[in-house]
């Protein structure tokens, strides 16, 4: 009866299944999304950044992550170290405190929620008596003092968050010695700031929002100095030694007061609108930083002429005659200086500004002058545009490394070479096994190259094929750079720029040959270049064929977009890969499908109308095949003409009314900025939603037919050497499969290398295969002898593979979104299959083969199929025998470009986007794990004394 | 008008020519008739093809009655079949009243008139509540024609009456596949496709599974309209007894006992065209033993012996003479399934 089993059931190989496969999400790589409060610990030297969704992400040196989540999902307002400690308090806007803590379990470092704690009043008092706006983390350790709306201050225990009654500092007990002429103008106001003294830690000062400030001597619990500010206040900051602060306010001002014991009311030493005479806007932040060489640091966030720039995202840097507003593209929602801390120091001496802004992370050098910026080792912006397609690359030969990289390094000359600042504890993870690649493909038609090999997404080098096209983008590249007499100084920093100015650029498909440095992509207006790696710049013309992929199609109009406009002559390129063919698709439709064979020089490209091979050596097109369904107009005339969606001409008006905003800078008023853009967009996307809920959900239930629209669209294309014609002769083929579950095999001639030039390749279709159940081809793959996938071109060139068994007989593996089928070549006889819509109601979305070792074993290894369905489940098939081996829920099924942007490795990991610009990492392999593993050890804190290391605790900035 | 005349039993020739012969004996030579005879059991049956000319002649002991009427004044339903059919067609009459009145005008007489659009299965292993419903796609150029969407129904639990999630057909499109054989109505919940219980999955993903399964759609689904029940119940009394339960049987996907993978296999083969050449139905390369497919078949069978019914086309083995090759059985019980759709009978 054994063979009434049910297959999977066999024991040994259940227990192998558990040395091959796991699943796990290891790490998120990029920047978080919509990052809403940022911290740093000046004594771990780690950066905490929380974000609206309630997560907290710790950085420190590159490799040292950390994550925390918070169960509520509520914005995090605030974040603060606690001092010298492995400890850190969140506020968010349920107005709950949680604290949290490193710890260290079986050798790395945890990031634990400890304790959480919400204020609360006396029964019946308003809750705006307890909404906390101002925390400060006194360096005892061992009290929060909380600032509230009402004004008063509230004393929390710590760790234990016991709130300590009795030493609560009431508004009524401040306002006791304040003139009455001045209290009676302004009674119950929200705490603002709240700030230690920098030599004396039983004095801190606190700041109310309507301009009074007050330093409370918390031993004698009363007031002994009264600051009477008349401009609203935003927040304060201490000079070094304790003998003077300042403050800055809503009308754009700063202003500096003298501490002393004789007088306990004094007058402003210097009041100051920095980018006056005209109304500014508030100043939120403000850093005082001494030097050694006397002249100080004045680092402001705002205050820009309301009218003129009042849009702008800026952080002014003073430094005696040296001025510059830093201008940022997204909103900024913190920053703080990285300087000595050595509590022994005299001076702060500044070596670096690290500002997070909505959509990146900037970090400035003040040390090298010119102060430029730093380049992050993580934190990348991966949608500085917005992504379109990505490609890994796993195993990188370390010639082909190097050389992307010296490329990159000459990109990268204008960046600091300052190490970087942020640098607290220690990566002990495993030096990543292998050299990995990941390409994305951007709206603006660049391509990125990170190096994909450990935890940190690093980018190495910026490909742009903008080029080698005519674009009316260009010339206003200087628009930023400016004269000497330009008032404010704005200099643009930066890479975040999500406006594509062309469309058609953006990147679709991209492939790179590994072992020999051909890289190939293509666009959304039917571009497809082939490229070369070049060490050096070269200015050369780029060959230009047309690919006609509609043959002798009558009647037909295309209403997409028009193809792109070329250079004419030679182009300069810098090192790196340099495109030498340029093939357009005409009609120029988004191409859909891309190889290249790197052995033969052939490219293969594919668009909702057909595909077609061109020989890149000889630079000569070999043959353009038409799949598109006579009858199918929705396919001929462009999808983008007819289902142009409202968002997207939405957003190009605003992008449209930014552009000309940039270009008349002195044009007063406006509205618009990239916020008011993204709530726009936010609030079109619910419409959209509720709009979709009103309409009866219903489905209609119908078999596929030939007549369907975009049945003709190339899905996937496919290099194989095979017995395409007779079992005894193996030749190049060329396989194509389209959304109307037809699969094409061409039969090539590739002349002998010795010859390559001198003879024509040759295509010849062979078969072609129509799958009944007509589902969308989504893989082609061919298996050896041994049921093993052949191996990729120049792989076996290079002793990187065996190679293939071509004595046994070949098998083909036809992935449809439905079924994954196995036939027998050359002649065709269906053999195996495996269905999946048909029993589980799920489709193929992303299908890769993958290789996965043994965690026990060395020496054992085996192909697997991973796939993607659209429910976001990832399940791994067996090959050849086709057998479902395990499931795991990877990704939400509602989450759709999370499921498109996946990308697996030939090792059984992969990534996908959870946010426009954050990867999650997974795998599903026990060998290969790629995961932050660090160790945070707490400094040995020298002096027991309790001056410690002031105002580098990030306090309480308020965001407006 | 009786005409007698002789055949070589072992060689009978095509039904064309047999229809020739008939015509030429009468002297009728351009009139439509219809051919019947009578079969072992007294039964009234017609000759049109090929097979059913075959079995009338291998069947003669040793006359071969035959009976031969003008197409245009035939009665239809003087034709009979065994008793099994006779039951089936009691439902189908009471289910589709209306078509009972309209079909006896529709002209049956060659194959491609019996060609099946629908039928329904395993009415002796479902509760009197549900209904399978099989929708034959291929070789008709109709649309399926139906359309799916959420909603709530009641169910029985051990909790009392709980509010489920369901999936209904909300909406036939007129001349469809699926309102032309009037077996699915609108509001019909749907509970299994192909043998998979819908049951927690969404609306998409049965959306998809339907369409997987286009080609040979079997739909169990619980009927609006539970009028017609009742009927069914007197009906099935003598059934294998499983009909009386009140919730669908564990629904392992080989439950179908009508869903011979054969018959499946068969209308889901590829086409390849080699060289540009004709275009051909991909074989089946030989199966191996670890086929999964293969086991699943055998399992199938296993299981639905053990469950105390036997397929149906195993009931008419047991009818069928003893002489009758296997393959001659096979493709009489397809056309018992056509004949069950086709013919009308008149109670």
């Known amino acids: 009866m054994r063979r009434f089993l049910r297959p999977g059931h066999d024991p040994v190989r259940e227990r192998l299944k558990r040395d091959l496969f796991q699943f796990n999400k290891t790490v998120e790589h990029g920047f978080p999304h919509q990052p809403s409060a940022l911290g740093y610990s000046p004594f771990l030297h780690l950066m905490a950044i929380g974000t609206r969704s309630g997560a907290i992400k710790l950085y420190g040196a590159p490799g040292v992550e950390f994550m925390g989540l918070h169960e509520e999902n509520n914005t995090v307002m605030q974040i603060h170290f606690i001092p010298d400690q492995c400890q850190l308090v969140t506020l968010l806007d349920d107005n709950s405190l949680h604290l949290w803590s490193l710890k260290q379990h079986s050798g790395a470092s945890e990031l634990r929620e400890e304790h959480r704690f919400t204020l609360k009043g006396p029964p019946g008092s308003p809750p705006s008596a307890t909404q906390i706006t101002a925390v400060l983390p006194h360096s005892s350790r061992e009290v929060l003092y909380l600032g509230t709306e009402s004004g008063n201050i509230f004393v929390v225990e710590l760790p234990s968050f016991r709130v300590l009654e009795d030493r609560t500092i009431t508004s009524e007990a401040v306002l006791q010695r304040v003139p009455e002429k001045y209290c009676n103008r302004r009674s119950c106001e929200l705490v603002e700031a709240l700030r230690e003294h920098p030599k004396n830690p039983d004095q801190i000062l606190i700041g109310y929002s309507r301009g009074l400030i007050v330093l409370w001597d918390l031993q004698n619990n009363k007031a002994t100095h009264h600051f009477l500010g008349s401009q609203q206040l935003e927040n304060l900051y201490w000079q070094r030694d304790g003998s003077k602060f300042i403050s800055c306010h809503y009308d754009g001002s700063y202003t500096q007061w003298p501490v002393s014991s004789d007088n306990r009311q004094p007058e402003p030493l210097e009041n100051l609108v920095p980018y006056g005479p005209f109304p500014c806007k508030a100043i939120s932040k403000i850093y005082w930083q001494t030097t050694k060489n006397g002249l100080p640091y004045i680092i402001f966030q705002g205050g820009m002429p309301r009218a003129s720039y009042g849009d702008r995202h800026s952080i002014s840097v003073v430094h005696g005659s040296q001025q510059t507003a830093f201008d940022f593209t997204s909103r900024v929602i913190d920053f703080f200086i990285i300087f000595g801390s050595e509590p022994t120091a005299e001076f702060d001496d500044p070596s670096a500004m690290v500002v997070l802004a909505e959509e990146e992370l900037v970090v400035i050098d003040l040390k090298t002058a010119g102060w430029p910026a730093v380049h992050p080792p993580y934190l990348a912006s991966l949608h500085c545009s917005a992504i379109t397609c990505s490609h890994h690359v796993s195993n990188i030969p370390l010639k082909l490394w190097e050389r992307i990289i010296s490329a990159g390094s000459k990109q990268n000359i204008h960046y600091s070479n300052m190490p970087w600042p942020i640098d607290g504890g220690t990566n002990i993870a495993p030096d990543p096994p292998q050299r990995d690649l990941l390409l994305t493909g951007h709206e603006d038609g660049t391509v990125r190259f990170w190096d994909a090999s450990g935890v940190c997404l690093r980018l190495l080098y910026k490909l742009s094929t903008v080029r080698v096209f005519l674009t009316d983008a260009d010339p206003n590249e200087n628009m930023n750079t400016l004269g000497e007499d330009e008032w404010p100084p704005l200099r643009k920093v930066g890479t975040f720029d999500p406006y594509s100015d062309d469309p058609r650029l953006g990147i679709q498909k991209i492939y790179l040959c590994k072992y020999s440095g051909y890289l190939t992509v293509a666009g959304t207006a039917g571009q497809v270049l082939v490229m070369e790696l070049n060490d050096e710049d070269a200015e050369h013309v780029v060959d230009h064929a047309e690919a006609d992929l509609l043959q002798d199609q009558e009647g037909y109009r295309w209403k997409g977009h028009e193809k792109l406009k070329t250079r004419d002559g030679p182009v300069r390129f810098e090192a790196g890969f340099q495109p030498f063919v340029l093939v357009q698709c005409q009609p120029p439709a988004v191409v859909t499908s891309l190889a290249l064979h790197s052995e033969w020089k052939l490219v293969a490209f594919g668009t909702s109308h057909g595909f077609g091979l061109f020989d890149y050596q000889q630079k000569r097109q070999v043959f353009v095949k038409c799949t598109l369904h006579p009858s199918d107009q929705l396919a001929l005339e462009g999808p983008l003409s007819r289902v142009k969606s409202l968002k997207k001409s939405l957003r190009q008006s605003f992008r449209r009314i930014r552009r000309s905003r940039v270009s008349s800078r002195k044009r007063r008023g406006g509205s618009g900025n990239a916020s008011e853009v993204q709530e726009a967009n936010a609030k079109f996307d619910q419409e959209a939603l509720q709009e979709m809920e009103l309409a009866p959900v219903q489905r209609k239930i119908e078999a596929r037919s030939a007549e369907d629209s975009f049945t003709g669209f190339v899905r996937t294309l496919y290099f194989a050497d095979t017995f395409l014609r007779d079992s005894s002769r193996h030749c190049p083929s060329l396989w194509a499969g389209t959304n109307g579950g037809t699969v094409y095999a061409f039969s090539l001639r590739v002349p002998p290398a010795e010859r390559r030039m001198d003879e024509p390749v040759k295509a010849e279709q062979a078969k072609e295969i129509q799958l009944m159940h007509r589902a969308p081809v989504v893989g082609i793959l061919v298996l050896d002898g041994r049921g093993t996938p052949l191996p990729e071109p120049l792989e076996v060139a290079h002793d990187l593979s065996k190679s293939p068994d071509m004595q046994g007989s070949h098998q083909l593996l036809v992935v449809s979104e439905e079924q994954l089928k196995v036939f027998t070549l050359p002649k065709v006889s269906s053999k195996l299959k495996l269905k999946l819509t048909a029993l589980e109601g799920c489709r193929v979305r992303k299908v890769m083969v993958a290789n996965f070792g043994s965690c026990k074993t060395d020496d054992y290894s085996e192909n697997d199929l991973a796939v993607l369905t659209n429910l976001g489940d990832i399940q791994i098939i067996s090959l050849p025998s086709l057998k479902l081996q395990i499931r795991y829920p990877c990704i939400r099924k509602e989450d759709v470009s999370g499921i498109a942007s996946c990308v697996f490795t030939k090792y059984g990991q992969g990534f996908y986007l959870i946010s426009p610009s954050e990867f999650e990492r997974f795998s599903l392999s026990t060998k290969w794990l790629v995961e932050p593993r660090c160790v945070v050890d707490t400094p040995e804190v020298t002096s027991n004394n309790h001056v410690h290391n002031k105002s580098g605790m990030e306090n309480a900035a308020r965001k407006s | ?347």
Request: without cysteine; proline residues 6%.
């Open chain 2, 1 to 347: 008008e009786f005409r007698r005349f002789s055949l070589e039993r072992s060689k009978p020739g095509k039904f064309e020519e047999f229809y020739g012969l008939l015509q030429h004996v009468h002297k009728i030579p351009n009139v439509d008739v219809l051919v019947g005879y009578t079969d072992i059991h007294g039964d009234l049956l017609p000759i049109n093809n090929d097979d059913n000319y075959h079995k009338a002649v291998s069947t003669a002991n040793p006359l071969l009655r035959i009976f031969i009427q003008r197409k245009e004044d035939a009665d239809y339903s003087a034709f009979g079949t065994d008793t099994m059919t006779r039951k089936k067609n009691v439902l189908s009459n009471v289910l589709r009243p209306d078509n009972h009145k309209k079909k006896p005008h529709i002209v049956i007489s060659m194959p491609q008139d019996f060609r099946p659009v629908s039928s329904i299965i395993d009415v002796d292993i479902l509760p009197e509540t549900h209904r399978r419903v099989r929708l034959y796609k291929y070789g008709t150029d109709k649309p399926l024609g139906f359309y799916i969407r959420d909603g709530s129904s009641v169910r029985v639990t051990p909790h009392g009456l709980e509010k489920v999630p369901g999936i209904f057909i909300s909406r036939l499109v007129p001349g469809g596949l699926a309102q032309s054989t009037g077996l699915l109505a609108v509001n019909d919940e749907v509970l299994e496709v192909n043998g998979i219980e819908v049951s927690g999955k969404s609306l998409d993903q049965v959306t998809d599974m339907m369409i997987a399964n286009s080609r040979n759609l079997i739909i169990t689904v619980r009927p609006a309209n539970q009028r017609n029940n009742v009927v069914r119940n007197s009906r099935t009394s003598g059934s294998s007894g499983q009909s009386t339960e009140s919730s669908l049987p564990s629904s392992t996907p080989n439950i179908l006992a009508n869903f011979l993978q054969g018959e499946e296999e068969s209308d889901e083969e590829d086409i390849i065209i080699e060289d540009s050449g004709e275009p051909q139905q991909i074989p089946k390369a030989a199966p191996t033993s670890e086929s999964l497919e293969s086991l699943t078949q055998i399992e199938l069978l296993h299981e639905s012996t053990q469950n105390g019914f036997l397929p149906s086309s195993e009931v008419n083995l047991n009818h069928s003479a003893g002489s009758i090759s296997m393959e001659y059985e096979a493709q009489d019980s397809d056309h018992k399934s056509l004949e069950e759709d086709g013919t009308i009978i008149t109670l």
